[in-house]
């Protein structure tokens, strides 16, 4: 029965392959086609609401010099501690550390500035991102499991994860397989990416039903409810004395996609057009 049963994963290690000048590792890639499908993603999601797709494109390149500075930049200050006795690794993110908080902070100021100069709803833009955000997420995250890192507690359950000696924490040396967070989260995002696409279509054929800025407070209430108890398992999180850096952020992530949806349907108040705060967002519903 335990055949059947065990899913015992092993990283073939982090690179695609290696010819001396070039190498190509599997997070790189992951990233790059994660980046790809949510472009085209966007595109088309913006075509079904009216929205013109070129801006969607023109959208990604700013969130990426957003986000990429942001996850580097969050990382760095919750391990300031270590990064402050070697300042020179602070620019080197090929040696890895990023997060996704910070990636997400980095890439919602530059939506809130792009919004401004183009004179669209911010709300709008994000509804129309957050679904290939998600579907990114879960496909990035397979780049852990090339890695073998941000895995989870030690475990003897069928699908456990074994992790090289010289990944592991000191202090579980003696532990070869441990609980794959990777894969908790990357299936829960494909479970709240298709939530969100439910809903878009959804939204489509019922359209004074859905309103502007659901998919985003939903996408906020929905990732960070499973990343709150998956980040519980990890053994490598940033920390701020003893909580968790990750379920406390998620738990503000929760607490504002409640807040919104509550605010756009309960109270039927329009979201502040943060493009011009001054101004009421008139096309609240879809």
Known sequence: MEMFLAFRFQSPGPEVFDIGFLTIRWY?????????IGVNLSQYLAKKRGVNPELLGDLVIWMVLGAL????????LFKWQEYSQNPQDIIAIWKGGIAIHGAIIGGTIAIIIFARINKISFWQLTDLVVPSLILGQAIGRWGNFFNSEAFGAPTNLPWKLYIPAVNRPYQYLEFQYFHPTFLYESLWNILVFAILIWLFFWGLKNRNKLKIGTLTFVYSLAYSSGRIWIEGLR???????????????????MLFGIGGLIWIYLLKKPLPDIKNPSIKNSNSQV
């Open 69 to 76: 500075p942001g996850a580097r930049i969050y990382y760095v």
């Open 235 to 253: 053994t490598d999180s940033l920390m701020l004395g003893p909580l968790r850096i990750a379920q406390l952020v998620s738990l503000t992530a």
């Open 28 to 36: 790189g890639l992951l990233i790059a086609s994660a980046l790809l």
